[in-house]
């Protein structure tokens, strides 16, 4: 069995890159020679020689702006000093980054970006992660050379449940406008008003919470200062943990295992999983579970609910049956469809997110098993995204009887709680998962990658279908069609031959004749301005639009790209955390959702009408409104 790879949708940011014919240019940066494609700007010719160029509003995932000019260098036989990120070379030219003039200019404009910054660093998030204070170090700045605000000009906005935003500290670098725009195309932000009155703000000078926040937190991860951090609810968690009447435990996702090394000086991709386990003990939590395992419930949930959408829509010729199915475990862009394409909300499937489902087993079945009363039962979420805050006090995710989960924690807020307890996490010894549920499948690590959930999907797809072993269509069950940087994509999965209908799903569907000979069609899509691409052209009756299944995750690269995550980010950061979960994936026994024995124990014991049966129905799945009307 092959796929095809089908028409795909580039990332919607640009930046100035030289076509493939540009001609090749002669230049000299501080004395080097090098020769680079026409077009090329001097901040990538230095990068190309290691010649290092200081910068702060640009960004490798984002457009050109050239508005802080911290990055200013000397060309011969311009008058003026240039800014290196914005001007593409078309000439023979000579460069030079160093000189008495370029320093002194780049010393004065971090001077007059401080004299607008109010802030202790002290007691600042961004404290020692903050490129505004990390230039101030490099050139020198010793005292405020042009004063600095003794009183703050802006109240703190803190109506978002995931976001906190502070312009007080903001440097007018523009990166949050432009993630918010380019990346997720959603444009909540913008610079209003000029000159010494500009600021950013939103629609209306809104409160965040008022205006049409995914809630994805991309605006944080490219914030060079602290004027965007998430809303830290470490306080309340130590309260929880610290009360001897509670029974606080917390299931972790995929990538935070896989980022939060950085957070202690470790390279990105650097897995933590086990070592995790064991802090997360010693911080004093009663119980560390592992999201995983959800992960693989949404493949069975999602999948089963995939196939009676086709079953209805190829044998019973049922006309409402909304196709392509769209992922719906992804909350910014569950809130992106609410709010951006409420008419199409019934494509997405109705499954819960592994996060929710947890929450909602934990108080259920974990308590009975147990002997918890729920009610005194705290679940926390470490998670990549700082729209899990917002989801887990959604109003309708209390199918348990209670508030599912109650704190969703993001990477950076753990490693904080972490050091804050003297634990030095690269160097504790390793610990397993605890019962009853115990190690999860590799279909679920590979969640926190685009791509990972239609992968996951299909493993079990494929061998549910044909009765076959996936291993026999792709090598090691690696089905490479639908991984990629690309920000969409779409395959095609042939279904020449079919086995017998699996006992798990058999009183849904008799058999799967219906399926053969057909074409299963599939779409991957990451960061919500390319799902605003692909959603126009289904819109349209484009390719996308004959697509059975798509994957849509809000963050560039996935979750590994999460508003929650480690900061810096870049696509070689993301990069190296993927290689690092499907190297995790690869190392597991189980790399299959459908064979992970807890799953199956759960639909024995718990779940005992099966996939999208009513049980599952009331603990796993909800239905989304249009709009974000649930927005707090």
């Not at 090598?475 to 490479?480: G, P, R, T, V």
């Amino acid at each position: 069995m092959n796929t095809k790879p089908m028409q795909t949708h580039p990332h919607r940011h640009t930046a100035i890159v030289p076509g493939p014919d540009a001609a090749m240019i002669d230049l000299t940066i501080d004395g080097i020679e090098l020769r680079v494609p026409e077009g090329t700007t001097i901040l990538d010719a230095a990068r190309q020689v290691g010649v290092r160029i200081p910068t702060l509003c640009h960004h490798d995932d984002l457009c050109t702006a050239g508005v802080c000019r911290v990055c200013v260098v000397e060309v011969e036989g311009m008058r003026n000093l240039q800014a290196s990120c914005a001007t593409p070379i078309t000439r023979s030219i000579e460069v030079k980054t160093n000189t008495r003039t370029v320093r002194n200019a780049r010393r004065h404009i971090i001077d007059l970006l401080l004299a607008e910054h109010y802030g202790d660093c002290n007691t600042c998030k961004r404290n020692n992660n903050c490129e505004l204070q990390d230039l101030a170090t490099e050139y020198g700045v010793d005292f405020y050379r042009f004063g600095h605000p003794t009183e703050p000009k802006y109240v703190i906005d803190r109506s978002s449940p995931s976001i906190v935003r502070d312009m007080n500290k903001c440097v007018l670098c523009r990166r949050c406008v432009r993630a918010c725009e380019e990346l997720q195309g959603v444009g909540c932000l913008t610079v209003a008003s000029r000159s010494s009155r500009a600021h950013v703000a939103t629609f209306a000078n809104k409160p965040l919470a008022n205006v049409v926040c995914i809630n994805c937190g991309q605006c944080i991860n490219h914030c060079p200062t602290g004027a965007l951090t998430e809303v830290d609810q470490t306080d309340e968690v130590w309260a929880m943990i610290d009360d001897p009447t509670k029974h606080v435990v917390i299931q972790t996702a995929p990538s935070p295992r896989a980022g939060i090394g950085e957070c202690f000086d470790l390279e990105p991709g650097t897995p933590m999983t086990y070592q995790l386990n064991t802090a997360l003990k010693r911080v004093g939590f009663d119980a560390v579970f592992d999201t995983n395992h959800t992960a693989d419930l949404t493949i069975i949930e999602e999948g089963t609910e995939l196939i009676l959408r086709l079953y209805k829509a190829l044998v019973e010729k049922d006309e409402s049956v909304k196709l392509p199915q769209f992922t719906s475990c992804s909350p910014g862009w569950v809130k992106y469809m609410e709010n951006f394409y409420a008419g199409m909300i019934d494509h997405l499937s109705s499954a819960k997110s592994p996060q929710q489902m947890f929450g909602s087993l934990l108080k259920t079945y974990y308590a009975e098993k147990r002997g918890v009363d729920p009610a005194e039962m705290v679940v926390v979420a470490l998670m990549p995204c700082t729209a899990k805050k917002y989801e887990c006090n959604r109003p309708e995710m209390t199918s348990s009887g209670f508030k599912d989960v109650d704190y969703g924690l993001t990477t950076r807020e753990l490693a904080r709680m972490i050091k804050e307890t003297g634990i030095d996490l690269p160097n504790v010894p390793e610990a397993p998962f605890d019962d009853p549920f115990g190690e999860a499948s590799g279909a679920g690590v590979i969640f926190g990658a685009t791509g990972g959930v239609m992968e996951a999907a299909l493993r079990s797809v494929i061998e549910m279908v044909t009765g076959h072993q996936v291993e026999d269509f792709y090598d090691h069950a690696n089905i490479l069609p639908v991984r990629g940087i690309e920000g969409a994509r779409m395959a095609e999965i042939p279904i020449t031959e079919v086995g017998p209908v699996p006992d798990l799903i058999k009183h849904l569907v008799p058999d799967w004749e219906w399926l053969k000979g057909a074409t299963l069609k599939v779409g991957v899509v990451h960061g919500t301005a390319n799902a605003q691409l692909v959603m126009e052209d289904i819109k349209a009756g484009g390719p996308f639009s004959e697509c059975h299944f798509i994957e849509f995750m809000a963050c560039p690269g996935g979750c590994l790209g999460g508003g929650g995550q480690p900061i810096p980010t870049s696509p070689e950061i993301r990069a190296q955390r993927a290689k690092a979960i499907y190297q995790i994936d690869e190392s597991c026994a189980v790399r299959k959702s459908h064979e992970n024995p807890v799953i199956l124990q759960l639909y024995e014991e718990f779940l005992t009408d099966g996939p999208c049966g009513h049980i599952s129905h009331h603990h796993l799945h909800t239905h989304y409104t249009p709009r974000g009307k649930f927005i707090r």
